[in-house]
């Protein structure tokens, strides 16, 4: 009959780790030992509403015309970024950028290393 089901319990109803484990577990102790948290990005991060923006003279160009809030996000590692972007912006950087953009050799590593081409025929190109 459609619609109607007949119930069966399931058999992990009720399933806490921290009950299967014992506290003397290796994998348990680790978290304790070893500190990993120079691996996450150290961030925080804020919200406001357009409420909070109400007076603001530049609230269109930050929100835009149908944002209702507004996400930011403050990076410890912010100066590092800024010089990062300063340098990369710079004139020698975007020069540095398009001759790393315009060389050939990681195709060439690629096709020797992975692809089994031990010789490739480069005639046409100029010596």
């Given at each position: 009959m459609q619609g109607k089901k007949d119930y069966q319990e399931k058999l992990f109803s009720h399933f806490q780790l921290n009950e299967r484990i014992p506290t003397d577990n290796f994998y348990r102790r680790l978290k304790e030992v070893l500190h990993l948290e120079f691996l996450y990005p150290k961030k925080k991060e804020y919200r406001g509403?357009?409420?909070?923006?109400?007076?603001?003279?530049?609230?269109?160009e930050c929100l835009g015309k149908s944002a209702k809030e507004k996400k930011f996000s403050v990076i410890y590692y912010r100066e590092g970024y800024q010089r990062n972007n300063k340098r990369v912006n710079?004139?020698?950087g975007k020069c540095m950028k398009a001759k790393r953009?315009?060389?050939?050799?990681?195709?060439?590593?690629?096709?020797t290393q992975f692809l089994g081409l031990r010789k490739i025929l480069v005639l046409s190109l100029p010596k």
């Open positions: 509403s357009t409420r909070q923006c109400k007076a603001c003279n530049i609230k269109t710079s004139k020698k953009q315009s060389t050939v050799a990681p195709v060439f590593g690629t096709l």
